[in-house]
């Protein structure tokens, strides 16, 4: 919202003062609307401090490291929130989040904690009868109003977006020649950088659930999908065209940010795995290329070319708009691989640049330049040795584009084949 003046005349001044007023107006119902939630949302988290934190540390019903595990830092974001009611309730916005902004490092704790809190609760309310009592009684006290614990906790995530919308309308309606004008500035930023952190760990928590559900959609645990640094992309059946020009055979196909996993249907005579995969190849992507190929089907649709080190693929599929968002997801991903390589080399080419040293400084130390004989010796029988074909290759590959490392012994247990 701009504060530069209105339209110049006998009227400019009206104008100005109206547009000053309609403000004004604004602020003081957002900042009342501010201070009655806040005072909500204390006498929330003052329900889980005092009916759940204080009293089961008390009692001991669980234990500390489990404790923590549920409630985490949610009794320091309550102190800290009660300081910033009292600056509220005294007409000290910005003063009161200009004090609150250091303690937000509380609220991160927290939220980085928020999905192993709820499985770690989840996990006491079907193994720990007591605490499943316990919790059961304090939630049937009238303070709590039938509200839950797994909503109670929740309550620090929603505020945060919360305070977001109400620190934008706050300095959005306020002058910048208030004092206060700064003050917010700095906590609308603050709280935007919580706000992004939430967001970054839910992708990852829905990132991980979908490479869970992968996991169980594949037959055995030979075929590892979940991996640090991996991530989700789309899935889908393509036809895979062979080179000798036999039938094209549809095939399920996986895609994640470093690799393209290929899978077919278990038979149905297998009872156990009828509604599972099992994974035939797993293409990393970071030396492919991919193309678009027409002209070669009936109906509407087209050919992909994906071209390996090892292998070259042809994909088939009828449905134009399938086969353009599998183009573009292949070459997006191979893009954002392939620049994360290039950075990875070039630190790897400033690392490899040393200062010579000296003759004279050569000279005096004779026992590092054995040890450098000794190590370049090691090196060039290393180098003698010939690389692992095959799937053990694939980690070596994946480690240089920043995708997570595997050890050789899973490497060399996948079923899949790893090109």
């Keep these: 919202m701009s504060f530069s003046p209105g339209p110049s005349g006998p009227l400019g001044g009206t104008s100005i003062q109206e547009q000053r007023d309609r403000w004004e107006r604004k602020r003081s119902r957002t900042a009342r609307e501010l201070v009655l939630t806040e005072q909500r949302y204390c006498q929330q988290l003052e329900l889980v401090t005092t009916y759940f934190v204080e009293i089961l540390k008390a009692k001991g019903t669980l234990k500390q490291d489990i404790r923590e595990g549920i409630f985490s830092s949610i009794k320091a974001i ?39 809190g709820s499985r770690v609760l989840g996990i006491q309310l079907k193994k720990n009868k007591p605490f499943r009592r316990f919790k059961k009684l304090q939630e049937a006290r009238p303070e709590f109003h039938n509200q839950k614990l797994e909503d109670l906790l929740q309550l620090p995530v929603q505020r945060i977006d919360q305070y977001k919308h109400f620190l934008q309308d706050l300095t959005a309606n306020t002058s910048p020649d208030n004092p206060e004008f700064h003050q917010l500035s700095r906590a609308v930023a603050a709280v935007n950088e919580v706000s992004k952190r939430i967001q970054n760990n839910t992708r990852r928590h829905e990132n991980h659930l979908q490479l869970c559900r992968v996991q169980k959609l594949l037959k055995g645990r030979k075929t590892k999908v979940s991996a640090a640094g991996r991530w989700y992309i789309r899935e889908g059946w393509l036809k895979v065209v062979p080179p000798k020009g036999a039938d094209a055979t549809p095939k399920m196909f996986f895609l994640f940010s470093d690799m393209l996993l290929q899978a077919k249907h278990c038979s149905p005579l297998q009872f156990t795995n009828r509604d599972k995969f099992a994974g035939q190849h797993a293409f990393p992507l970071q030396d492919c290329t991919v193309e678009k190929v027409f002209g070669h089907t009936r109906s509407q649709g087209g050919l992909l070319s994906l071209t390996f080190p090892k292998a070259k693929l042809l994909l088939m599929s009828c449905n134009q708009e399938d086969l353009n968002d599998w183009y573009q997801s292949l070459s997006s991903a191979i893009g954002k691989l392939q620049s994360k390589q290039t950075v990875v080399h070039q630190r790897d080419d400033e690392l490899c640049r040393r200062p010579l040293r000296s003759a004279a400084d050569s000279h005096n130390t004779p026992s590092s330049s054995r040890k450098r004989n000794m190590v370049s010796s090691e090196t060039s029988e290393h180098a003698q040795k010939p690389p692992v074909e095959g799937e053990g290759s694939a980690p070596k590959r994946m480690k240089q584009c920043d995708a997570p490392e595997q050890s050789s012994a899973e490497a060399s247990s996948s079923s899949c084949v790893i090109l």
């Design 78 to 116: 309550h102190s800290v929130n009660q300081s910033l009611l009292v600056h509220l309730e005294n007409g000290y916005f910005g003063r009161g989040f200009d004090q609150m902004c250091p303690h937000l490092h509380h609220y991160n704790t927290y939220m980085d904690n928020i999905y192993n």
